[in-house]
């Protein structure tokens, strides 16, 4: 296997969905598929045996959901990035599986079209939702207390806050006035502060954690 290709992990109970992403990721250069599965059990095993890189999950699986699989998977493996293929427009769907660490969605009407530049986003941590979505998701996530952020400087702060807007990592540059490479450094560090493994993730727990008020965005007191 090429090590440096991004591993995906396909995983949906409907088989000729199944086939054609993984027929539409055959054709990139970066990309390998290094299996499938179409349930929640099968999911957990194959990502254990795989160690995927990405994951795309459906949210409907014969033993359960893709929010349910993908709690299990990023407790287990949390480097896998695990991107929902969902039909739904259901909020509660949606807020479900950001609470349980996925890095976005893909609406399964696109996935083939968009399949591979949503594997390589979702691989390079960035968030794969639309400030629109995520406007509206934030402030429905539960709340949480386990003392994350408390050590996030001014500056940190500033960044997470326009992450929480939505915004990339160049718009947040020009916003700050900022050097793209100094955007990354804070941004790394920003999610490892938060102990989180993506954007999205690191948006979830600050939010979450009473870090930054959404949508008053405001450090914690």
């Known amino acids: 296997?090429?090590?440096?290709?991004?591993?995906?992990?396909?995983?949906?109970?409907?088989?000729?969905?199944?086939?054609?992403?993984?027929?539409?990721?055959?054709?990139?250069?970066?990309?390998?598929?290094?299996?499938?599965?179409g349930s929640v059990a099968g999911a957990r095993a194959a990502a254990n045996t795989h160690t995927p890189d990405v994951i795309l999950m459906d949210y409907e699986l014969s033993d359960g959901d893709g929010a349910q699989a993908t709690q299990f998977i990023k407790?287990?493996?949390?480097?896998?990035?695990?991107?929902?293929?969902?039909?739904?427009?259901?909020?509660?769907?949606?807020?479900?599986?950001?609470?349980a660490g996925c890095s976005g969605f893909v609406t399964k009407h696109k996935a083939v079209e968009e399949v591979a530049a949503a594997v390589r986003a979702a691989y390079e941590g960035e968030a794969l939702i639309s400030?629109?979505?995520?406007?509206?998701?934030?402030?429905?996530?539960?709340?949480?207390?386990?003392?994350?952020?408390?050590?996030l400087t001014p500056r940190e702060l500033e960044v997470l806050k326009l992450l929480a807007e939505g915004l990339a990592n160049t718009a947040i540059a020009e916003r700050l006035v900022i050097s793209?490479?100094?955007?990354?450094?804070?941004?790394?560090?920003?999610?490892?502060?938060l102990q989180a493994h993506?954007?999205?993730?690191?948006?979830?727990?600050?939010?979450?954690?009473?870090?930054?008020?959404?949508?008053?965005?405001?450090?914690?007191?």
């Open 1 to 37: 296997m090429d090590d440096a290709k991004i591993k995906v992990l396909v995983v949906d109970d409907h088989q000729m969905f199944a086939e054609g992403l993984i027929k539409a990721l055959s054709d990139e250069d970066d990309v390998i598929v290094v299996g499938s599965a």
């Open 75 to 99: 407790e287990e493996l949390p480097n896998t990035k695990v991107v929902m293929l969902t039909s739904f427009t259901d909020e509660s769907v949606l807020v479900s599986a950001i609470e």
């Open 131 to 151: 400030p629109s979505m995520l406007a509206r998701l934030l402030p429905k996530l539960r709340r949480s207390s386990r003392g994350l952020g408390s050590d």
């Open 180 to 193: 793209l490479h100094t955007v990354r450094n804070h941004v790394q560090s920003i999610i490892m502060k």
């Open 198 to 221: 993506s954007k999205l993730e690191a948006v979830t727990i600050a939010v979450r954690e009473g870090v930054i008020q959404y949508p008053q965005t405001s450090p914690r007191p």
